[in-house]
Every structure is written in structure tokens, then in C-alpha cells.
């Protein structure tokens, strides 16, 4: 690595953490103050006398699974019908059917995946009352479970886990609004288009016209970091200087995806008590996030001898000069593509700022890798870190099996109800992305989508089935959209966000019924650094060992042809 590489990483790593912790503290705050202010508990008269009852994990996960089928038939009516409504300066047809359901699908679970290119594509109507208040929506679901989860944990001997409605509303006004309208100002500042003007025509110095698109894009941008959403205004992402003008929009927008992330562990660290064990959790999350930096970083400054071009292996001698550059801006240079790299695939997030698919074997199996682990390094905004409890119960599990006693949690004795909701959460997701897979390159429909011949096009539908499964939403630009590929993805993308989902609620509910029980002398501390390398060691085990064999048919294989 360069020490301008080095430089990079430390700083972003510093103001990470100086930004993260008093966020943390003051979400612990803003979902434990017993006071409504007048604007929500009108929000809550308005949905009901008894919206603002405590619920149960039940009742809960039913509120949040009708809340989001509405949001989606929403969604997908806007799209269907853009072109006969309002805010369509472009003239923007309808959306096909299966890329509006897929679309729909996809902004709801928080994933933002797109088979489709953004400016060209949905109208300003659908951009902002679309798919930028889901951006909104669907990552205050998250947000808001995870509180719920983190409340059971916290309860004793109780049978609700809060309320939905509040967790939501708090979650969106006291979070997310006020972040979002700070980062939208600073983009704006630094160049970011935001206008309801239709697209500029431009005459290049060729004399030829250019039609440049434009909208109302630094909102949904900031927004679209902050809750972890990750989908472009623009097909290319924040690769293209009106998403991400210079190197500080680019910072402002790479501390974005993690910061919400990394602050929830210091509020779940505060509403459980346990702050030592939260700074353990961030130490484990953040040792994994410099692997991957420590294995991406270098393998791209090193380059390849070959480089790819759509498909097409271009010989270049024994190297590249400088390292591999193919599909990155010189603007922000390898060590902040390797960064945006590694955060966005460590949370749900999906946007880039370079291509993916142009990176080296090595560099490549980094954000492969990262989605395969379940996106709980840090994750997207509420689901990485109820993601992560299902593996600090596995190492807990372990730990008790090697002392040869009942295992124990924050003081919860962890029973084979929790342990069988921890292996559904961790294991359900990496397996349904091997099954997809293994259908996509195994029948005629899928194989449809694979622009790539061989080891590569494995990668990339891999990764395709990966990211959509995981709600990140990145992509290697050799899949493409086919009803196929995208109903199936469809699929992935429901399953993928709600069984977890469910799965964490259940765990929650199970531990507020249970009391807790003083530490002894053979209670596993999960405080110190022991539990740090066991929670690492966990996380590698129970998924990395489920995605070696398919990295073998992969990217490994791949270095190993080059």
C-alpha cells in the first residue's frame, strides 16, 4: 500500500468513529424518550386508537410485513403509471411489468437494485415520491426492528418489544430527515444537480448536441447512502461527476454509508448497558472491514496482465503501470475506490464509484465475499447488526460448548430456541444464493441473463444472486435484465430482507420473556478481545466455508488462468 493509501483509510477510519459515537448516543436517546412530541402523537391518532400499544414480536413483524405489500403495490402502480402523471418534463413511458416489480420489490426491501439505467428511465415523479421515499421508508423499517430487537434483549420477563409506529417515526424525523437534508446541503455545495428542470442540451466542441440529464439528484443521494439504499440517480452511480463531483463529495459520501451502521452499535451498546461489549462488536466488525481493505487495496495497485473489456481479454505484458485503473475515476484514485469498495459491500448499500467488474480476480472476491457474510460488517441501517447477533449467539453457542456449559448472553441463558432462530437468520440467506446460482447457469432462462462465457460469467451471476439476496444491490456489468432474471431476483430480494427479518423479531420476543441470571466464574466474557477473535473466527466458519467452493469456481480460478 501507498502511504497516501494508508493515509486514507486511517482518516476515514477516525472520523468514522469521532462522528459515530455521539450519533450513537443520541439515537439511544431518541428511542427511549418517553415524551411524544405534538407531531407524532397526532401520527399516531391518526392511525388508530390503539396504534401506539406496546406489541409483541408477533404483532410487530405483522405490522411491518403488511406495511411494506402496501408500500410495493404503491410503488409499482407509480411506476406503471408515470407516463400519464406529473413531474415528467422527459417524457417517460411506463415501466415494463417485470422490471416495475423487481424495482418495487427492490426498494422496499432496501436493496435498490437496478435492471434499469435511472435518468432515462423513471420520471422526476418517481425518482422523489417513489423511490426516494422509500429510501426513506424502507430504511426506517430496519431501524426501527432493530430497536425492537434490541429492547427484547434489554427486557426482562416481558412480552412486547415496543411499538412499530414509534420506532418508524422516530426513526425518520429525529434520524434520517435531519442527516439527510445536512448532507443534501453539503452536495449541493460541492456541485450536485438538484432542479425539476427537464434534461440541458449541450453543443460539444465537435459541434455536436449532447443531452446531459439532470433532476432533483443530491436528496435522494444523501439519502440513498444514509439509509443504505445504494440505487443512482444516474445508470453509472456515484461513478459520474453529478452524483459525485470531487474528492470531498466523495468522502462526505463514503462516511455516509457507514455511519448510521457503526453509530447503532454504540446505541445498542447504550440501551443494553453493555458498552464494552459493543466497542468489542465494533472491533470485530471493523477488523473484518480492513481485511477486506488490506486484500482489495493491494491487489488493485498491483493490477493484472490482463485487463477485461467487456468480456474481452486485452493482453498487456507482464502488468499495468500503476496499477489497474480499468473503470475507475482518476479523480478519487485506487485507494478511495478500494474504501467505497469495501464499505458498500460491507453494507447494504450497492452504490460504487468504480466498476466492479473491471477489478482484478482478488480484488473482486472482496465485495463477493463481503455480501456472502450476510452484510453484518457493518450492514445496512438496523439489519446489519440484528444480522450479527445471529453470529455472536453461534460464538456464544461455541464458547459454551468448550467450557461445558449452558450458554450465556448479556446475562440470558441462550436456549435451543434461540440457537435454531440463529441458524435460520446466519444460514438461510447464504443458502438460497447458492441455489439461485446453481439454477441460473443450469437452465436455458437463466443462462439468458449471462453476457460473459466461463469463469467469469459464473462470477458475475454469483455475485448478481448474492447482492440481490443480501438487499445490497451492486452488480458486475455482465448481467443482464430478462423475466427471468428478474423475477427470480424478485424472489431473492423478498426472501432475502424478510426471513431475517422475521427470524431477528422472533429472537427478540424469545429474549424479553427471559430473566436474567448473575455471572459466574464460568460465564464466557464477551467484553475482551478473546471474544473479538471468536466472533471473527465465527463469521469465517459458518459462511466463508459455504463460499469457498463457489470462489474456487470463480475468481479463484480465475487469478489462477491469468
Given amino acids: 500500500m501507498s502511504g497516501q493509501g494508508i493515509g486514507q483509510i486511517i482518516f476515514y477510519a477516525v472520523a468514522l468513529v469521532a462522528l459515530g459515537y455521539p450519533l450513537g448516543i443520541f439515537m439511544a436517546r431518541a428511542y427511549t424518550r418517553e415524551k411524544l412530541d405534538p407531531v407524532e402523537r397526532g401520527f399516531l391518532r391518526l392511525l388508530g386508537r390503539h396504534s401506539g400499544d406496546e406489541q409483541d414480536w408477533k404483532s410487530y413483524a405483522k405490522t411491518v410485513l403488511v406495511f411494506s405489500v402496501g408500500f410495493t403495490a404503491v410503488l409499482y402502480a407509480i411506476q406503471r403509471l408515470q407516463g400519464h402523471l406529473f413531474l415528467n418534463p422527459d417524457r417517460m413511458k411506463g415501466v415494463a411489468p417485470h422490471i416495475a416489480v423487481n424495482t ?10 437496478q435492471f434499469y439505467g435511472g435518468e432515462y428511465t423513471m420520471s422526476y415523479l418517481t425518482q ?55 448532507v443534501s446541503v453539503l452536495l449541493i455545495s460541492q456541485g450536485v444537480p438538484q432542479t425539476f428542470h427537464g ?20 436528496s435522494q443521494i444523501a439519502i440513498k447512502q444514509l439509509g443504505t439504499n445504494g440505487g443512482g440517480f444516474y445508470n453509472s452511480n456515484s461513478a459520474v461527476p453529478f452524483e459525485n463531483p470531487n474528492g470531498l463529495a466523495n468522502f462526505i459520501e463514503m462516511l455516509s454509508i457507514l455511519l448510521i451502521p457503526a453509530a447503532q452499535v454504540f446505541m445498542f451498546g447504550r440501551l443494553v448497558f453493555a458498552r464494552r461489549h459493543a466497542w468489542m462488536v465494533f472491533a470485530a466488525m471493523f477488523a473484518v472491514f480492513a481485511i477486506g481493505v488490506a486484500v482489495n487495496l493491494p491487489a488493485e495497485q498491483h493490477g493484472s496482465p490482463v485487463l477485461r473489456n467487456s468480456g474481452v481479454n486485452i493482453t498487456q505484458g507482464h502488468g499495468q503501470s500503476g496499477g489497474n485503473m480499468s473503470d475507475k475515476e ?26 466492479f467488474d473491471a477489478q482484478t480476480s482478488a480484488g473482486s472476491a472482496v465485495p463477493l465475499v463481503n455480501l456472502f457474510l450476510g452484510e453484518v460488517i457493518f450492514g445496512g441501517v438496523g439489519s446489519g447488526l440484528y444480522g450479527m447477533f445471529f453470529y455472536i ?14 450458554p450465556e448472553w448479556l446475562g440470558k441463558k441462550i436456549e435451543a430456541r434461540e440457537m435454531k432462530i440463529a441458524a435460520l437468520g446466519a444460514l438461510f440467506v447464504p443458502t438460497m444464493v447458492l441455489t439461485l446460482t446453481a439454477i441460473s447457469i443450469v437452465t436455458h432462462s437463466g443462462l439468458a441473463s449471462i453476457y460473459n462465457s466461463g469463469v467469469h460469467g459464473f462470477t458475475e451471476t454469483l455475485y448478481a444472486y448474492d447482492s440481490q439476496s443480501n438487499n445490497n444491490g ?32 422472533a429472537l427478540g420476543g424469545s429474549l424479553a420473556q427471559k430473566k436474567i441470571v448473575p455471572a459466574s466464574a464460568g460465564t464466557f466474557r464477551t467484553d475482551g478481545p478473546t471474544f473479538v477473535v471468536l466472533l471473527v473466527g465465527v463469521i469465517a466458519l459458518t459462511a466463508g466455508l459455504m463460499i469457498f467452493p463457489a470462489l474456487t469456481l470463480g475468481p479463484i480460478v480465475e487469478g489462477l488462468m491469468h
Fill in 393 to 406: 449467539l453461534i460464538a456464544v453457542f461455541v464458547a459454551g460448548l468448550m467450557v461445558g456449559r449452558t
Fill in 104 to 113: 418495487a420489490a427492490s426498494f422496499v426491501t432496501n436493496t435498490n437494485w
Fill in 199 to 218: 434534461h440541458a442540451t449541450a453543443t460539444t466542441l465537435q459541434g455536436a448536441q449532447q443531452t446531459i440529464a439532470r433532476g432533483p439528484a443530491a
Fill in 128 to 182: 422523489m415520491a417513489g423511490l426516494a421515499v422509500q429510501n426513506f421508508v424502507s430504511a426506517a423499517v430496519g431501524m426501527a426492528v432493530l430497536v425492537a430487537v434490541v429492547r427484547g434483549i434489554a427486557r426482562r420477563s416481558s412480552g412486547h418489544i415496543g411499538n412499530f409506529w414509534r420506532d418508524l417515526y422516530r426513526s425518520l424525523v429525529y434520524i434520517l430527515l435531519p442527516l439527510a437534508i445536512i
Fill in 330 to 355: 482518476v479523480r478519487f484514485g485506487q485507494a478511495s475506490s478500494t474504501i467505497w469498495t469495501v464499505a458498500t459491500s460491507d453494507a447494504s448499500n450497492g452504490s460504487v464509484n468504480s466498476g
Fill in 474 to 505: 451492486s452488480a458486475f456489468a455482465g448481467f443482464g435484465a430478462t423475466s427471468f432474471s428478474a423475477e427470480v431476483g424478485t424472489i431473492a430480494l423478498i426472501l432475502g430482507r424478510f426471513v431475517p427479518l422475521v427470524a431477528a423479531l
